[in-house]
C-alpha cells in the first residue's frame, strides 16, 4: 500500500485513513504540522510544539516565544524519602522505584492526525509530507518501560487541539509483583527558576494523610519554597489542585529582556490534581543531608500527580504510613490534564 503526499494537506495510507485538511478543504485550520526526520512539529499563532521521537516527549514548548521545556517530561515514581520512611524501611523495600524515575526507557510510540492513526512519520516516510500540512488535531502516544523486576510500562499522549491546549494523559499499567510507589506522575523541568506559582487548592502543604487542615482557596506562592526540615526530605505537595499558573521572568535566550512575566497554566482535566513545583529533583533533596548541600535553584521542577503516598508519623516516626494512603504497584492507573 503506497503512501501518498497532498500538497494542500495530509493523505497518508489512504485505505487506512483520509486526512487532508488545508486551504482546499474550506475548513480553518490552525495546527500547521511539521513532519521531521525524529521529531513532529505542531505550530500555531502564538505557540510551537516540538515532540521528539528520539527522546520520548514534549522536547520544546513554546509560547509566545517563550520556552518551557528544558528536558523532555518524563514518568516519576520517587518522591524524596522522610524520615519516617526510612524509620519504617519503606524506602528500602520500594528502593527499585528509584532506578525507574532515573532510567525508565522509551520504547516506542504512534501518531494519530484528526484522531485517526498513521504509520510512524520518521525517516523516510516524512518524505511523503509536503512543508504545508495542516490537521484539527495531533495525538502522539509515547511508550516507556520501567528497569524494575518485573518491568512494566508507561504511556503519556499529548492530544493537540486546534486552540494550542495540550490534553496530557498517563497510564501506568499495573503489575501484582511490583512494589508499593511512593510516587506516580510526570516529571516537567523548566529552563529557569520560577518567580512563583498561583493555584486554587488547599493551602499550604498537604499530603494525602495530611489534608484535613487546608482550606480551599486561590493561593500565590512567592519563589519556589524548600520547607526547612533539619534534612532534606520530601516537601511542597499540594493537593486536590483545579488549576496551577507557574510564572517566570527569565529565559536561557541571550536576545531576552529578561525581568518580563510571562505564564504557563496547568488545569484539571476531569479530577483534581496534586502537584509540587521546586528547584530540585527528588534525587537531588534525596542526596543531601543538609540545606547547604542542595544545588543553587537553577530550574523549576514541576510534578504533576496521579498519586503520592502519605508521610505517616501517627504514632512516631517510624510507624506506617496508614493502607489507604499506599501506592498499589499492582494497580493501573490513568491520569490526565490540560496544558494551556
Known amino acids: 500500500m503506497a503512501n501518498t503526499a497532498n500538497k494542500k494537506g495530509i493523505s497518508l495510507n489512504t485505505h487506512q485513513c483520509s486526512l487532508v485538511q488545508g486551504a482546499s478543504s474550506g475548513k480553518p485550520t490552525r495546527l500547521k504540522v511539521i513532519f521531521g526526520d525524529s521529531s513532529l512539529g505542531v505550530k500555531g ?137 511512593p510516587a506516580l506522575g510526570l516529571r516537567f523541568i523548566m529552563p529557569t527558576v520560577a518567580t512563583g506559582f498561583e ?36 516537601c511542597g505537595v499540594h493537593m486536590d489542585t483545579k488549576w496551577l499558573k507557574i510564572t517566570r521572568n527569565t529565559t536561557l535566550n541571550n536576545t531576552d529582556d529578561d525581568g518580563e512575566e510571562f505564564s504557563l497554566r496547568f488545569e484539571k482535566a476531569d479530577e483534581n490534581f496534586a502537584f509540587s513545583c521546586l528547584p530540585y529533583t527528588a534525587l537531588e533533596l534525596e542526596n543531601a543531608t543538609h540545606h547547604e548541600d542542595l544545588p543553587l535553584p537553577r530550574r523549576t521542577v514541576l510534578l504533576m500527580l496521579a498519586r503520592v503516598r502519605g508521610v505517616g508519623g501517627i504514632q512516631a516516626w517510624g510507624a506506617d504510613v496508614e493502607e489507604a494512603y499506599h501506592i498499589s504497584g499492582a494497580k493501573d492507573v490513568t491520569f490526565s490534564f490540560v496544558i494551556k
Not at 135 to 143: K, L, P, S
Request: glycine share 10%; hydrophobic share 30%; proline share 8%.
Open 199 to 234: 493555584y486554587e487548592g488547599l493551602s499550604g502543604e498537604t499530603y494525602p494523610d495530611r489534608m484535613a487542615g487546608g482550606i480551599p482557596g486561590v493561593y500565590k506562592v512567592e519563589g519556589l519554597p524548600v520547607t526547612p526540615y533539619l534534612v532534606p526530605q520530601e
Open 45 to 181: 499563532p502564538d505557540y510551537h510544539y516540538i515532540f521528539s521521537y528520539v527522546q520520548g516527549g514534549l522536547e520544546s514548548l513554546n509560547k509566545n516565544g517563550k520556552e518551557w521545556m528544558f528536558r523532555v517530561p518524563r514518568p516519576t515514581f520517587w518522591r524524596a524519602t522522610t524520615c519516617n520512611d526510612r524509620g519504617n524501611g519503606f524506602s528500602r523495600k520500594s528502593n527499585m522505584w528509584v532506578g525507574a524515575d532515573l532510567f525508565t526507557k522509551h520504547v516506542g510510540g504512534m501518531v494519530k492526525v484528526n484522531g485517526q492513526e498513521i504509520p510512524l512519520p520518521i525517516q523516510p516516510n516524512n518524505n511523503h509530507f509536503s512543508n504545508e500540512e495542516f490537521a484539527d488535531t495531533i495525538e502522539i502516544t509515547f511508550i516507556f518501560e520501567t528497569y524494575t523486576v518485573p518491568n512494566t510500562n508507561v504511556y503519556v499522549t499529548y492530544l493537540v487541539k486546534s486552540d494550542g491546549k495540550i490534553i496530557v494523559t498517563m497510564h501506568y499499567k499495573g503489575h501484582e509483583d511490583l512494589p508499593q510507589l
